[in-house]
Nanobody
Framework: QVRLRESGGGSVQAGGSLRLSCAAS????????SAWFRQAPGKPREGVAG???????SYLDSVKGRFTISQDNAKNTLYLQMNSLKPEDTAMYYC?????????????????WGQGTQVTVSS
């Protein structure tokens, strides 16, 4: 059974930083796609950053240069380093993973999701 568990959310002031972590377990293949999504109240879920099976990385345009996605394969953990945070980054952040996806930033591609962690950025 695949399980994803996020941690690291919290409240920060604009300009601050947070690092999210997502521990994965249960995959039978060491190579899989994974991504971070976010959803603010009243808005659709959007892909923030993702890594495909070959290690190629994609970012949402609005976070490029501020957010960095990375993974520690030995620990089966996905990270999202978020710097220069803005109030518009406020949302529930979710990690997602699956063995194969066509587009790492499309939520409907993923079958496995974490429970989410809240990020709140105040101005």
């Amino acid at each position: 059974q695949v399980r994803l568990r996020e941690s690291g959310g919290g409240s920060v002031q604009a300009g601050g930083s947070l690092r999210l972590s997502c521990a994965a377990s249960g995959f039978t293949d060491s190579r899989y796609c994974s991504a971070w999504f976010r959803q603010a109240p009243g808005k659709p879920r959007e892909g923030v950053a993702g890594i495909d099976r070959d290690g190629s990385i994609s970012y949402l345009d609005s976070v490029k240069g501020r957010f960095t996605i990375s993974q520690d394969n030995a620990k089966n953990t996905l990270y999202l380093q978020m710097n220069s945070l803005k109030p518009e980054d406020t949302a529930m952040y979710y990690c997602a993973a699956d063995l194969w996806v066509d587009d790492v930033l499309l939520s409907h591609e993923y079958n496995y999701w974490g429970q989410g962690t809240q990020v709140t950025v105040s101005s």
